[in-house]
């Protein structure tokens, strides 16, 4: 099983500025297979980002993904305060599939 | 635009089975990958398993020996079964559609999830 650990657990930046998020693997992740959740209290994860690097339908272009083999990064430009959630990556490689433990963006 | 539903108890005994429905409206359930995703309070996502409407299923070794996964396409819902639980199987049940036609595509869309407290 591939786990995937994510890190900071908590960042707390303010609106406008930036945020980076970081996936690592324990094994190389397949065709970049990783994805990007947002989850908000009380809700269902969203996809951001499949393939490391692609925007999934609707998510605003300052949500952009990079990385491969063993580690991926989400980086959020110019926060917005609807930004303001949990993120997990999921790797879809192999299975089981696995999801980080999260990362928590918090308003400072 | 595909919706995803989740229905059942929100509470069940331990020892005793968890049995949950997915109704999926707007699209077929057919020719699709389909995965139960389940989170406990204020904790991270667990992959419960995965089917496809031909009948094969994957599932996570963790769960594997309580879970069974079933599908109805007359009524385009999917089901899962999880027996002997215990405290620990209380989370927030989710099910998700696999984007493409093959098991290794990330998760779209995702139902809103449902509450299943396991207590006497």
């Known amino acids: 099983e591939i786990v995937l650990t994510q890190t900071p657990g908590t960042l707390s930046l303010s609106p406008g500025e930036g945020a980076t998020l970081s996936c690592r693997a324990s094994q190389s992740v397949s065709f970049r297979y990783l994805a990007w959740y947002q989850q908000k209290r009380g809700q269902a994860p969203r996809l951001l980002i499949y393939?490391?690097?692609s925007r999934a339908t609707g998510i605003p272009d300052r949500f952009s993904g990079s990385g491969s083999g063993t580690d991926f990064t989400l980086t959020i430009s110019r926060l917005d305060p609807e930004d303001f959630a949990v993120y997990y990556c999921?790797?879809?490689?192999?299975?089981?599939?696995?999801f980080g433990q999260g990362t928590k963006l918090d308003i400072k | 635009q595909v919706q995803l539903q989740e229905s059942g108890p929100g509470l069940v005994k331990p020892s005793e089975t968890l049995s949950l429905t997915c109704t999926v409206s707007?699209?077929?359930?057919?020719?699709?990958?389909w995965s139960w995703i389940r989170q406990p309070a204020g904790k991270g996502l667990e992959w419960i398993g995965r089917f496809y409407t031909s009948g094969s299923s994957s599932y996570n070794p963790s769960l594997k020996s309580r879970v069974t996964m079933s599908v109805d396409t007359s009524k385009n819902q999917f089901s899962l079964k999880l027996s002997s639980v215990t405290a620990a199987d209380t989370a927030v049940y989710y099910c998700a559609r696999h984007v493409g036609a093959t098991p290794y595509n990330w998760f779209d869309p995702w139902g809103q999830g449902t509450l299943v407290t396991v207590s006497s």
């Open positions: 393939g490391a690097s």
């Open positions: 999921q790797q879809y490689g192999s299975s089981p599939y696995s």
């Open positions: 707007g699209g077929s359930i057919s020719s699709y990958y």
